[in-house]
């Protein structure tokens, strides 16, 4: 069996090695979701961009982008903003869920 | 009453042992979870693997030695004990270097493990 994972990521990609030790590690169906300093992982110039660009499951939280002064323009387009409602919704469907901090 | 099926855990550590509280809570939380007898599994990768060196000496820091609590895992009946190859390699330790018990897996056997479990912990 082998069950997709839901992969949190909460770190900036310039403070952190979450994202790059995350996708050391990512299989293709796994899904990433970008929270609190994950969403520096979202913007279209940071290292990691290409990376995120080729995901297909891409999730960031609208308030965290919002909070942090990010207009939807300067976001990675396959990067899915959405609410806490909706990131409650993808803990439950994914089958497994892990944290990177 | 059918006794509920165990189910599977991996805790997956990846923090150095005494720079935060991450790796300490981690085992705490692995003893913890030992008492209610599930199909218990630990992987270290990234800085995880340096909790797993020999000698450490943390009287003169204060804090409790992480790799005494480690050595004794498998008296809870913990013997699932993984490490990263790859991030042992890019450390540049050597699987002898590190206790005894602990079984090193490469990315795909990583991934497998990871997959087949019911729930993931991170520390």
Same mark, same amino acid.
């Given at each position: 069996?082998?069950?997709?994972? $839901?992969?949190?990521?909460?770190?900036?990609?310039?403070?952190?090695?979450?994202?790059?030790?995350?996708? !050391?590690? @990512?299989?293709?169906?796994?899904?990433?979701? $970008?929270?609190?300093?994950?969403?520096?992982?979202?913007?279209?110039?940071?290292?990691?961009?290409?990376?995120?660009?080729?995901?297909?499951?891409?999730?960031?939280? !609208?308030?965290?982008?919002?909070?942090?002064?990010?207009? =939807?323009?300067?976001?990675?387009?396959?990067?899915?903003?959405?609410?806490?409602? +909706?990131?409650?919704?993808?803990?439950? +469907?994914?089958?497994?869920?892990?944290?990177?901090? | 009453?059918?006794?509920? =099926?165990?189910?599977?855990?991996?805790?997956? $550590?990846?923090?150095?042992?005494?720079?935060?509280?991450?790796?300490?809570?981690?085992?705490?939380?692995?003893?913890?979870?030992?008492?209610?007898?599930?199909?218990?599994?630990?992987?270290?990768?990234?800085?995880?693997?340096?909790?797993?060196?020999?000698?450490?000496? =943390?009287?003169?820091? +204060?804090?409790?030695?992480?790799?005494?609590?480690?050595?004794? @895992?498998?008296?809870?009946?913990? =013997?699932?004990?993984?490490?990263?190859?790859?991030?042992?390699?890019?450390?540049?330790?050597?699987?002898?270097?590190?206790?005894?018990?602990?079984?090193?897996?490469?990315?795909?056997?990583?991934?497998?493990?990871?997959?087949?479990?019911?729930?993931? @912990?991170?520390?």
């Amino acid at each position: 069996m082998m069950s997709a994972i $839901l992969h949190i990521i909460n770190q900036s990609p310039f403070a952190s090695k979450a994202i790059e030790q995350c996708f !050391e590690r @990512l299989h293709q169906d796994d899904g990433i979701i $970008l929270l609190e300093d994950g969403i520096y992982c979202a913007m279209q110039h940071q290292p990691f961009a290409a990376q995120i660009q080729s995901l297909s499951q891409c999730y960031a939280i !609208e308030n965290d982008s919002k909070a942090r002064g990010i207009n =939807t323009d300067q976001l990675l387009s396959n990067v899915n903003l959405i609410g806490y409602d +909706e990131f409650v919704a993808l803990v439950i +469907e994914f089958p497994l869920n892990q944290s990177w901090y | 009453m059918a006794r509920p =099926t165990k189910k599977k855990i991996l805790f997956i $550590l990846r923090h150095a042992p005494y720079g935060s509280s991450l790796a300490k809570e981690g085992i705490d939380a692995i003893l913890a979870t030992s008492a209610y007898e599930q199909d218990l599994s630990v992987v270290f990768i990234d800085d995880g693997v340096f909790q797993l060196t020999r000698d450490h000496h =943390t009287e003169s820091i +204060e804090q409790k030695n992480i790799s005494r609590v480690l050595a004794a @895992l498998p008296i809870y009946d913990i =013997t699932q004990l993984f490490v990263c190859a790859s991030s042992l390699r890019a450390r540049g330790i050597d699987h002898v270097d590190l206790q005894e018990g602990i079984a090193s897996l490469d990315h795909d056997a990583l991934q497998k493990l990871c997959k087949q479990q019911d729930h993931l @912990l991170s520390f």
